[in-house]
C-alpha cells in the first residue's frame, strides 16, 4: 500500500494532471487511500495562496476567476483554480460554457480547474475543499483561486479557507448591498464591482464606501473597491495588485500565520471528532444500530443518558 502511494505522490507533485484527479475524486469520495496521500503530500505544502471569489450567481465570479488564472499564467505562475459554485460554467449544468473556459487553458500544464458538486460530501464540501487545496498546493501551483456562490454555511466555511476574500458586487441588482449577507461584508478583503460598464457602477460604489467607512479596520487593512469589466479583461491587473498588497500587508503582521494556526485549530478538531465517531460507530454495530437504539430511546424503552453512556463504554472511551 504504501508503495502506490508514494508513487502517485510523486506523480502528484510533479503536476501530472491524471494523478490529480485522481486523488480529488478520492478526496470527494472519502476513499481510504486519501487521507495516507495527504499525509506524505503534506510537508510539500504550505506555498500556496488561496484566494476566494465569492458573490451572487451571475456577478461573473466565474470570468474573474478566468481572468486572473490568465493573468497569473502569463507571469508563469502555476495557477489552481477549485469552483463551488453550482451555477459555474466549469460545472456539467454549462456543459457549454465549460467548454470554452477550458478550450482558453487547453494544453497549457500549468493550470488545472476542476469544479466541485455543491452537495453530498462526505464529512462536508469545506473539508473537502480544503484538502483539494492542499493537494493542488503540493501539486506545486502556488496561486489557487476559489469560486464560491457567497449563500449558506458551507459557502462561508470555504471562504474562511482562503488567506484573501473577494467579494464580487454588480450594479443594477437594487438594493444589493442590503440584501448581502452581513457576513459576507465582515469577511471581505477586497470588493469587486464588476460589469461597471453598466450603469449605476458610481451609485454601487458610493454605497460600498459608505458601509466599508462603518467595518472596523483590521490590522490596518481597509478594503479596497476595485472596478472591473471581467469579459473584457478591465480592471484585473488591478484587482492582482490589490490581492498582492493583502498579502504583503498581512504576511508582515503576522495576521496570515495567526489565521493559519486557526484554520488547523479548527482542522484538528474535526479531524479528531469524525475519529472518534468512526470508532464509536464501529463498536455500537454501525448505523444499523444506532438507529435501533434511536428507535428504542424514542419509544421510551432506553434513556439517551444511559444510550450513550453504554455505547461509550463499548468503544473504551469510558468505563
Ligand atoms: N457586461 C458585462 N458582463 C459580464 C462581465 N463579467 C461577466 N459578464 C457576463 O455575466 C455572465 C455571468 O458570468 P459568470 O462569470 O458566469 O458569473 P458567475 O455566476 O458569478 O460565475 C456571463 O454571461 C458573462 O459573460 C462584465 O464585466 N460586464
Ligand atoms: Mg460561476
Known sequence: MSLPVEKWAEQIRDGDIRAISRAITAIE??????????????????????TGITGAPGTGKSTLVDRLAAYHRKK??????????????????????DRIRMQSHAGDAGIFIRSMATRGFLGGLARATAEVALLLDAAGKRQILIETVGVGQDEIDIVRLADCVVVVLVPGLGDDIQNMKAGLMEIGDIFVINKSDREGADRLEEQLQAMLALVMPRDGWHPPVIRTVATENKGIQQLADAIGKF????????????????????????LIESRILE????????????????AEVARRQKDPFAVVNEILAKSGLQD
Open 279 to 294: 470508532r464509536v460507530l464501529s463498536a455500537v454495530g454501525g448505523e444499523a444500530a444506532l438507529n435501533q437504539l434511536a
Open 29 to 50: 469520495n472519502h476513499a481510504p487511500e486519501a487521507e495516507p496521500l495527504l499525509k506524505v503530500l503534506f510537508p510539500q505544502t504550505g506555498a500556496a495562496y488561496l
Open 76 to 97: 508563469d505562475v502555476r495557477v489552481g483554480v477549485i469552483a463551488v459554485d453550482p451555477t459555474s460554467p466549469y460545472t456539467g449544468g454549462a456543459i457549454l460554457g
Open 247 to 270: 498579502r504583503a500587508h498581512f504576511e508582515s503582521s503576522g495576521e496570515r500565520a495567526k489565521k493559519h494556526t486557526e484554520h488547523w485549530r479548527n482542522r484538528l478538531l474535526e
